[in-house]
């Protein structure tokens, strides 16, 4: 019966299509009109703002990635409305049957696992088709929640555009359901990532450890099932426990960064005269310990950045310096880059812990930039005041260069920044835009 609902459901998207819309949603997504009986479901998404108090369940992970997730969770009224729905009560019954067969399955083989335990292209339209209809017949709710959670939080930023709340929740629930997915494909099943030096599964997956491991894991969610009430929960359970198997728990670590690593500074910030400046931050990348003569917690590299950095900081031209980089080679290593960069720092020339800002989760050039730039304005520093990037000078001809700001489109969807003036061969001057705050599960180990 699920398969004949789920082809009903694929017809009606496709019949309620344009040729020239591949939206996902039937004619224009964003026109603000509603169809269901919920009313209304045109929506102007309330402002991000950098009070928001971010949910937290007891999956730091899971937050960083699949926030949504969280916040349906916390929330009575819409967490009903979900569960309430036939089709994604249909689809959520499908699910646990799919991993109880897989749990009787004998011998099964990692891809096995995998395939059994994601989302289908077909399962993916159908259930953002089901959402689609949940948001129309509650709009006023869901209206009521994404003006309290998904504008303020900043984490869905690349929809603040969209005019229309059931739009919107499909589009949140869909980058999900891939996130899922990639996860599922990554670590159970081993299929490469964009990055497989550091990013990969950390085991052979046609060893019989890792069967074992699979098979364990999947024993224990299917004796759980009777708890899964929404229809995303048996396969996020798995995507999560894969990673757990992995130790990939780089996500969620430090947070929240206001009390952990960042704190004193955090602490700070409201005693800094920012107009005695003529930049906010020095924001220093990282660079790993993996060529002769590295230290096994900092390279020579990123003592030399570091240096540098802190011969800034001490002519006056920023408040703060912030380090970049984190836990990336060897794999598994237990230092990151920026906390290392900030302990040699400390110990070398006695910089303020006070004046030292970390992001200990970047693991590319990309997303150092990225992620520097939602501590501004996740911390209050000022966006208007210009900051400098500084790194080694082939570093910074690289973020100066065309293929740099392509990158960062590609892979992350959006430019974290905008470059000014060049200061030195080291320096650029540069102000963080906006759409830094995207949480974005397709890097499901710094999202």
Avoid at 204 to 233: P, T
Avoid at 328 to 351: G, Q, W
Wanted: proline share 4%.
């Amino acid at each position: 019966m699920m398969a004949i609902r789920l082809i009903y459901l694929i017809s009606l998207f496709f019949l309620g299509c344009s040729s020239s819309d591949d939206s996902g949603g039937g004619g224009n997504p964003d026109n603000g009109e509603g169809n269901g009986n919920g009313g209304n479901t045109a929506i102007t998404l309330s402002d991000f703002n950098k009070n928001y108090a971010f949910v937290e369940s007891d999956s730091k992970v899971k937050d960083r990635n699949f926030y949504w997730t969280t916040l349906v969770e916390n929330n009575a009224t819409i967490k009903a409305s979900i569960e309430n729905n036939e089709d994604l009560s249909a689809f959520l019954e499908s699910a646990k049957q799919r991993l109880n067969d897989i749990n009787n399955q004998s011998n099964a083989t990692a891809a096995q696992y995998a395939d059994a335990l994601k989302f289908s292209d077909n399962e993916r339209i159908a259930i953002s088709t089901a959402v689609k209809e949940v948001v129309q017949d509650n709009a006023s709710d869901f209206i009521s929640f994404s003006n309290a959670h998904i504008g303020p939080s900043g984490a869905f930023i690349q929809f603040a555009e969209v005019t229309n709340v059931d739009r919107l929740q499909q589009l949140i629930v869909e980058e999900m359901l891939l996130g899922i997915n990639q996860i599922i494909n990554t670590y159970a099943a081993g299929e490469d990532p964009l990055y497989p030096i550091i990013d990969s599964v950390s085991f052979d997956v046609n060893s019989a450890q890792y069967k074992l491991l699979l098979k364990n894991l999947v024993s224990d969610l299917n004796n759980n099932s009777s708890q899964y009430k929404l229809f995303y929960e048996p396969f996020l359970n798995f995507a999560l426990g894969v990673m757990a198997i992995n130790d990939r728990d780089e996500a969620g670590r430090y947070f929240p960064m206001q009390k952990s690593v960042n704190q004193p500074t955090y602490n700070n910030l409201q005693n800094i005269s920012w107009n005695d400046f003529d930049y906010s931050v020095i924001v220093v990348l990282g660079d790993s310990p993996n060529s002769s003569g590295d230290l096994p917690n900092i390279s020579l590299g990123g003592m030399a950045r570091a240096d540098h950095g802190v011969t800034l900081y001490n002519q006056g031209k920023a408040p703060l310096i912030a380090f970049c980089g984190g836990h990336l080679t060897p794999v598994h290593t237990m230092y990151s880059e920026a906390i290392e960069m900030k302990k040699y720092v400390i110990d070398k020339y006695n910089i303020p812990e006070n004046r030292i800002l970390v992001d200990p989760h970047s693991r590319h050039t990309t997303t150092n930039l990225r992620n520097i730039g939602r501590q501004f304005f996740r911390y209050g520093i000022p966006i208007d005041k210009k900051a400098i990037v500084s790194t080694s000078k082939t570093h910074s001809e690289y973020v100066a260069s065309s293929g740099y700001l392509s990158r960062c489109q590609r892979e992350m969807n959006h430019v974290p920044l905008e470059l000014h003036e060049r200061l030195s061969d080291f320096d650029i001057e540069f102000t963080s835009k906006v759409e830094v705050l995207h949480l974005d599960s397709s890097d499901p180990l710094d999202p």
